[in-house]
């Protein structure tokens, strides 16, 4: 069964770091290309960042340039993000999703349950 897992979320302070992950189940990984979603209590999902299967392409929101950092291990079967100098408009809940024809302009297919992250002093 195909199966998407999130964690590594949590309360952090403005400027600090967090790195969240993404662990697959039950699919051939590095098929599908993987997306980071985030959404605010009161607002739409937006989309964060995402990676191709191979890695060798990805993509990020303005509002995270510079800031946010994807990767993936397709051994260990997980993409990861690694969110810098945070902010309290960082806030939301983060969710991972395959995403269809291997591309970051792929339709979502299948998500995770999501992470809460919380910035705040």
């Known amino acids: 069964q195909l199966q998407l897992v999130e964690s590594g979320g949590g309360l952090v302070q403005p400027g600090g770091s967090l790195r969240l992950s993404c662990a697959a189940t039950g699919f051939t990984f590095d098929y599908y290309a993987i997306g980071w979603f985030r959404q605010a209590q009161g607002k739409e999902r937006e989309g964060v960042s995402c990676?191709?299967?191979?890695?060798?392409?990805?993509n990020y929101a303005d509002s995270v340039k510079g800031r946010f950092t994807i990767s993936r291990d397709n051994e260990k079967n997980t993409v990861y993000l690694q969110m810098n100098s945070l902010k309290p408009d960082d806030t939301a809940i983060y969710s991972c999703?395959?995403?269809?024809?291997?591309?970051?302009?792929?339709?979502?297919?299948?998500w995770g349950q999501g992470t809460q992250v919380t910035v705040s002093s």
């Open positions: 990676i191709t299967g191979s890695g060798g392409s990805t």
């Open positions: 999703a395959t995403l269809r024809r291997n591309s970051c302009q792929g339709t979502a297919s299948v």
